[in-house]
Structures are given as C-alpha cells and as structure tokens.
C-alpha cells in the first residue's frame, strides 16, 4: 500500500484556501447545575476568585441524557464585574458512561471541551461545544451547541473531516472516502489520480462548465434557434407567399424556443447570482425573509378574479380632539388646557405654520448606567421601574391654514395677511383601536379602506405629569399617575405589545415632532415635510390636518400588512389555524364571506338581429315549403328527384315515338315543329287497341305511365284515370291536401 501524503497536503491547502464559512451549530443538550455554598479567595492580581463545588445537576438532550457529577468551578469576577467560569465536573450518561467536561468563557458565553473512554461517546473527544445561560432558580443553566458538523458515528473519530486518497497498486484497487455523506456530492465514482480526466476535472475551466452545464446548454441552444430562425426567414425571403399560415407557425415556434432558451440561461444565471450577493455582501436575516412572494392575489381570489373582504382587528391608533381654531387663539388658555408651546407663534400673529409636541414623556434609551455590552453597572437588585414603560406621549399640534385661497399671502405687508389664515390646536393620545377594513384585489392590486375605527381605551393608562422628575434610581425622568399602570418587563406579554405599539406610534412621532416657520421666509425644522401632511410648495400643512395624521398613522400601521409574509397567513374564521394547512372548500368552517368579481369576455345576444334575420328566411322557407307540398301532390306523392337517370326514364316515354321525328335534319337536327310542339310531364297511358286492332294514342286503355308526353295526351289520361268528373285538376286545387268524398 502507498500512501499519498503529497495528495493530502494538496487536498488541505485547498480546503484552507476556500472561502471562510460560519461553523454549524448542532444542538447537544441543556444542563442544570447546582452549586454548595462558595468559598470566597479573595481579590487576587486578576480579580476576585470563589471556589463554587458543583453538587450535582441534569442533563437533557437529543444526544445527550444523565446527570451531573461532582466539580469545582474557580471563576474570576473582574474590576467591570464580569464573570469568567473555569470548571471541570464529570457527566454521567443514562447509559453508564462517564465524560469529563471542561468549561471556560465569559459569562454568559462558555467554552466546552469533553474527554471520555466511552466507544460510544468518543465523537465528543474531538467535539467543541459553545454553551450560554445563566442563572436561575436551581442554580446555573446552560445551552451546550457542538461548533461544526453533527457526529455522524460513533465510532469515527476526528480523521472523518479528512478526504483520504489511498491506492492499492497491487490489486489496483483505489478507496476514496467521501466522509460525511450529508457533505459528499453526487457526482459518481472519481476518476483515477493521475489520469489526464483526472487533471481535466480537476481545472477551473472543467468545474465552471461541469457545474454550470445547463446555463451555457440553454444559452447554446438558444443562440442556435436564433440562427435557425434566421436561416428560415432567410430561406422564406423573396419567394411566393405559399402556404402563410404554416410558415408563420414555423416562424412563431423558432421565436419561441429560442426565447424560451435564453429566458432559462438568464433565470439560471441570477439565481446563482442571489448567492454571490450573499456571500459577498452582508444581508439581515430580515432582509432575506422577506423576498416577495408571487402570486399573492390568485391565492387571495383565485386566477382571473377580484375580490373584497372585510376583516375587523385590534392595532394602535390615535384619538385626536381639536382644542380651538380660529383667526385669533387665547394662548393663555390653551396653556392651562397643557398645551406644551405659546399658540401665539402661529400665523397670521406668530411666524410658525407648523409646531408639534411629540416626545414629552417619551420612553427614556437609556435606562441606568452600563457596559459597553449593556450589562448594568449597577449591582442587583435592580430599581423596581427599570425598563417600565410609563406613559405614551400625547402629541400637541398647532398649525395655520389658507381661507378659501390657492394663493396665500406670504408676506405681512399684504393686506389679506390677518383675514386669510385660521389657526387651530389639538392633541391625539395613543389608543387601542378596533379597526374594520375592507380589502379589495382588483387586477391583481391590492387597496385598503378603513370603514371604521372605534377607540377602546389608552395603549399606557396613565397620564404624563410634565416637569417631575422621577426619583426611582432609573435615568428615566419620565413620571405619570397613575404609577401602578406603568408595563413591567416582568409583565412579559402586556409588555411586548406594548413595546411593539410604542414603536409602531415613536416611527410617526419622530416625523412629526418640530416646527415649521412660514415668514418672513420658510425654515424647516421637521421631518413632516417628508409626508403628505405638508404642501412643500406653499410651506402650509393640509387643511384638515388631524384627520390626515390619523388617517396616516391608519397608512403606517396597515402598511405592515404589505410584508409578502403577512397575506395569507391564518385563516380569517379561525385565526388559530394556518391557511397553508387547510382547504377552505374541504372545510366549511374555514368559509369567511368575500364578494368576487371579475371582468371578463362574454357572449353578448342580441335576440331583435337574430330573429329578424331568421324570420325572413324562415318565411322564406316555410313558402317553398308550401309549394314543395303542392308539387308533392300533383305527383301523386310521388318523391321525385333530378338525377340523370330519372330525366333518361322520362325522356323514353312511349307517348314520345309519335312525334314526327323523321322530318330530321341530315345531321341530327329537330324540325321546328317538334320544338314548338308543346311538351309535360305526368301520367301517359299506352296506346290500346283500336278498331282496327292497333294502338290508339292517348287511350287510356292501355298501362299506365309516368313520362314526357304532349300536353293533350297527359290531359286526355288524366281525365280518364284519374280525374273526378267534372274536377278537373289544377294548381289551385292542388293546395287542397285534404278532401271529403
């Protein structure tokens, strides 16, 4: 046997020359451990040490079950009070193994070595796990993670993160061990080292082909329907038009292939080309969560409809109520109303078009003193509001609008200056509302209409008290009443909604907050100016401001409703039940009422057109019919038709032969007197005998017969075979089909 090491070292410089990836985390097991009372060293060099004895503990986990030995832990708490565990505690499995742990790090991170004798466990001698936690109320708890790849066996050790090459020259049997099957590639049996295959698959150029076959295949295949398209035209160019509708079938379908071709090349090109954005870019996981679905309307509606629904919710909104408006404001006494700013700066008697109050009471960042970490400097326990949200801040609105004007005066000197504005003030508190909206897909787009909003009650129940400062150990000077309805961290679910709604309300605060100065020339000292709230052109907020910043804020918190994710997520019958899971049509529960409507092609008739085309030909129609009846029964309803042989059987009448046909031309000609001999067609009877023994023509005593005859010859049968006496036939009387005997 002869080992490569000259294949192996090649193997690890590529392997260290790949680009850097994160390591995986794999779960191992959680620990809990508890402690017997510490011995305290003392300040040392370094710090302070304890001497912490780990009394026992649990271990719980997919990989990992037992319990907790005995241990010493000798951390160090340093200077800034942060925590360095160094442990070393023995694990024992449920299956009587024993594994010695080792543990170091910075609270609340820890670093894990194991080392055990156990066949079984021995993966762990090579594994290194990252543990985190804290304390809790049985003493220490920690999350332990293995760093790389998860144990794959047993009984494979740390060498299975090596591809070993190996060659047998004597059977000439080659091994190549793929290692990890979850990292191993389908690609086959390897070719043999050394071989010039082997040197090909082993280029850039041969991985950039082998990889990326079906981009350059499509692109090849594309560019040669293109070329055949050519030819095609080519070939078709200036020769006679024949047969168009094939040929521009033929056309049409080398289009097609070949666009067809190209767009997949594209689509596989750019879907490589997210990767190398990632890779090379750093992206929020937020950020890759939220690529836009397709095809949220055909979901919503179903291919080809619109639809409307109308779904009511819970979600912040703000109550607003004007506190005076007019040419003229009393500042005084808005002031005792609270209003935060002198009414009197806005125009026409002050400068200001625009001033906002938005942050009073707001929730203080910065809580206590920390680390740069945010660890608190101070040590527990904590002050009893730390972190509380106390009050949501009102906002105070003052502005000036333009009476019945698009041009308002825009310097005091102009005469209209004090009739032509009107000021007014008001404030909005932050509210719980109860929303009912309707949501409309038309063309595949959606839109939003509020139908209605009612207020429930205050998001913070309390009310902010202006100039107080706190006196709780908190940097948080904000003080409200009552204290007993400010949201505790420890309140955890009232907590995270209303930390949520905050932020939805702080996201409109920020823009609105600040002033707006109109004369004698405009200073912008607002971010309104970036919303529809202010006309940038005349320097003047809407004439209705208050319920434009509701019906903004509606905008801001509805908007949330665009996130791809948040479409079709839950059912709205039962909210508890995800749409993905459930079929609305084999589960009537799930029904929820939507109107759907579509615009579509249909066949439009127009009955008046219709019919009287119809009535003329069936007029038309039922007279022929008539006359057909008619003829029927002077043939003695007999069907008659016009095929050859029915014209040669009448043209052979006997009646025919005692014509003069002898006076005939030499060469075939009729004589006039045969063809002005009047000619019909009906019933002939063969000449009977005479008195003399030979036939007498137009006797009726002779067969009977239908054929071509003269005219008295078919009246002479008629009235001896057929005719009534004194009824002799006619067209008129034709028409009668029934008569009475």
Known sequence: MLALPVTLLALAATALAADPAPPKLTYLYSANLTFAAPITIGAVPTGNRDLLTISGGTVTGPKIKGKIGTGLDWGLTDAKGVFSPDALYTLHTDDNATVLVFEKGHAPNVHILFETASEKYAWLNSAVAYATGGPNDKGIGLDVWQKGRPPVSPSRDGAEFLSVVRVERREDVQEYDLGNPDDAADYGTPPPPGSRFFLLTQSGAWKLLSSGWLMYGMLCVGVAFVVGHHAFYNYLDGKPADDQIR?????????????????????????????????????????????????????????????SYTVSFKAPGYKCSELAKGHTLDADALERQGVPFNASDLIPKGNYSYIARAEMGDYASEQIDAYVEGAPVMAPPYPKNLGAFRTEPVLWVGYSVVNGSDNPPEKRTDPRWNTAFEAAVFRCEHYLTDYTVEFNYTFSQQTVRVLESKYLHPIINTTFIPNKNATDG????????????????LDV????????????????????????????????????????????ETFLPARDLMAEIQHLYENVTLSLLSNPQFFVVSWAADPTRRSGNS?????????????????ANTFAYNRAELWTAYAVAVGAACFAVVLGSAALRQNGFRVRDARVSSIVAATRALGLEGLPWEAAGEWGGVSDEILGMKLGYGAVAEPGPGPDGAGAPGAASGRVYYGLAPREALERTGAGTFAQPGQPRNRRRALRFWTRE
């Open 474 to 489: 908190t940097k948080d000077n904000t003080t409200a009443t009552p204290e007993t309805n400010y949201v505790l961290p």
């Open 493 to 536: 679910e009232n907590y995270r909604l209303t930390a949520a709604y905050h932020s939805i309300g702080k996201r409109l605060r920020s823009y609105l907050n600040g002033r707006l100065q109109y004369t004698p020339y405009a200073i912008v000292e607002t971010q309104a100016t970036k919303t529809s709230l202010i006309d940038i």
């Open 247 to 307: 040929m521009m079938r033929f056309g049409n379908l080398l289009s097609y292939a070949a666009k067809a071709s190209l767009l997949a090349s594209v689509v596989f090109a750019y879907r490589q080309q997210i990767w190398v954005t990632i890779t090379d870019n750093v992206l929020r996981l937020k950020t890759i969560d939220i690529i836009p679905r397709d095809n949220v309307a055909i979901e919503t509606c179903g291919g080809g409809w619109n639809c």
């Open 583 to 599: 079929n609305a049509t084999a589960d009537p529960a799930l029904a929820y009422p939507c109107v759907k409507t579509r615009v």
